[in-house]
C-alpha cells in the first residue's frame, strides 16, 4: 500500500524505524519502514500451514532425515515473532502519539512550520498503526486456529 508522505524527520534504530532517544520536535518512529519490517516479519505466519505440514509429518514424510523442530519449535517461533512485533508496534504508537501531542499543541501556538497538513499525516501514520494492531490480532487468531487443528490433534 502506497501513500503520501510528509517530509521525512525520523532517525531509525536499527533498520526497524524507531529511534533510541525522543528528540524535541521529532517523530522517533518512521512508520513506512516500520510496516515494512512488520509485514517482513509476518512472513511465518503467512506461512503456516506449510510450516505445520513440516512440522508434523505424515507417515510417508516422517522418514526423511531433516525433520525440523515439530510443533514445538514452530510455537516458540511464532510467539517470539509476536512479541517483537507487538513491541514494535506499541512502541512506534507510544512514541508517534506522544509526538503528535507535542504537534498538536505547536500547532495551536501557531508556530511557524506546524502545518494542519503535517498533523493530518501524523494521525494517519497513528491510523495506520492502530490498524496493524487489528491485523495482527486477526492474524494470531487465524494462525492459532490452524495451529491448534494441526499440533494439537494428539
Given amino acids: ?28 518512529c518512521d512508520i513506512d519502514k516500520m510496516l515494512t519490517k512488520l509485514r517482513l516479519s509476518r512472513d511465518l505466519e503467512d506461512r503456516i500451514v506449510y510450516r ?9 514424510m516422517s522418514s ?8 514445538d519449535g514452530l510455537k516458540s517461533e511464532l ?6 512485533r507487538e ?27 506546524y502545518t494542519k497538513r503535517k498533523l493530518n499525516f501524523l494521525n494517519n501514520d497513528r491510523n495506520f498503526l492502530i490498524s496493524e494492531q487489528k491485523t495482527e490480532a486477526n492474524t494470531r487468531s487465524r494462525v492459532d486456529k490452524i495451529f491448534d487443528e494441526k499440533c494439537n490433534k494428539f
Fill in 1 to 28: 500500500m502506497t501513500r503520501p508522505r510528509q517530509d521525512k524527520i525520523t532517525n531509525s534504530w536499527s533498520g526497524l524505524g524507531l529511534s533510541t532517544g525522543a528528540k524535541s520536535g521529532q517523530n522517533q
Fill in 87 to 113: 513491541t514494535l508496534i506499541r512502541t512506534c504508537l507510544s512514541q508517534t502519539e506522544t509526538f503528535i501531542s507535542h504537534f498538536a499543541e505547536e500547532f495551536k501556538k501557531e508556530t511557524p512550520g
Fill in 64 to 71: 526423511r532425515k531433516d525433520v525440523g523442530s515439530g510443533c
Fill in 79 to 84: 510467539e517470539n515473532g509476536r512479541s517483537h
Fill in 52 to 60: 505445520l505440514n513440516d512440522a508434523v509429518r505424515t507417515k510417508s
